[in-house]
């Protein structure tokens, strides 16, 4: 289907978009501000309406763009919703800002957050359902992304607690770059499958789907 690897390719542009901006966005920052130790948000209301909340708004936009080439391919409701909620998640956390670093947490910081959890837990969860879907090689990248994206995710809820923020940028920052890398996986399995559609392969065969057939043949 060539609309469907037109739309990874777009939608694989966009994620690098997304990075290139998210570094840019931390390297114009104050030098005061320590990754370590700070989240990307508390970056980001540094510069309000900079380069980093693009590059969240860059990444929702391409995750949107995945949805209709993934029902296509055969993806579930669940799915789709899920991949949605990371989107409505990283569009909200870029729109509404978290409070400045040492500040008490506003309404907004509030609702800043709990997008951000949304976001944060909705992507793996997709990437696991969708690795069935997609089958072949992307199924075991999917996989194993989206189980590394959840033990991140604990790591830096229990920073945010227990640990008193300890290293809570550097968590939160490897949980981003598993996430992105998960998403960037999604893409480029439909670029892979348009090219073998298109050259006359057949597609990876979702291994539940594959032991039917061999069970009917048997």
């Not at 509404?96 to 040492?102: I, S, W």
């Not at 073998?196 to 979702?206: C, D, K, N």
Request: charged share 15%; hydrophobic share 60%; proline share 5%.
């Amino acid at each position: 289907m060539p609309g469907t690897r037109k739309i990874g390719l777009l939608a694989l542009g966009g994620i690098a978009l997304a990075a290139v901006l998210a570094v840019i966005g931390h390297l114009e920052v104050n030098d005061d501000l320590d990754p370590w130790s700070l989240t990307v948000s508390d970056f980001a209301v540094s510069d309000r309406g900079g380069v980093i909340d693009l590059a969240m708004a860059v990444l929702a936009a391409a995750t949107l763009v995945l949805l209709p080439a993934l029902r296509r391919a055969g993806a579930g409701r669940p799915a789709g919703a899920l991949l949605a909620a990371w989107a409505a998640g990283l569009i909200t956390a870029a729109v509404v800002p978290t409070n400045e670093p040492g500040l008490p947490m506003d309404a907004a910081a509030y609702a800043h957050r709990y997008a951000s959890v949304v976001s944060f837990l909705a992507l793996p969860v997709a990437g696991w359902l969708l690795a069935g879907r997609l089958g072949g090689r992307a199924a075991g990248w999917l996989r194993g992304l989206a189980l590394t994206s959840v033990l991140l995710a604990g790591a830096m809820i229990w920073s945010a607690y227990p640990g008193d923020r300890a290293l809570i940028g550097l968590a939160e920052r490897l949980l981003v770059l598993a996430e992105v890398a998960l998403l960037a996986a999604v893409a480029a399995a439909l670029v892979g499958r348009s090219a073998r559609r298109v050259a006359g392969e057949p597609a990876a065969v979702p291994a539940r789907e594959d032991q039917q057939l061999a069970d009917v043949a048997s």
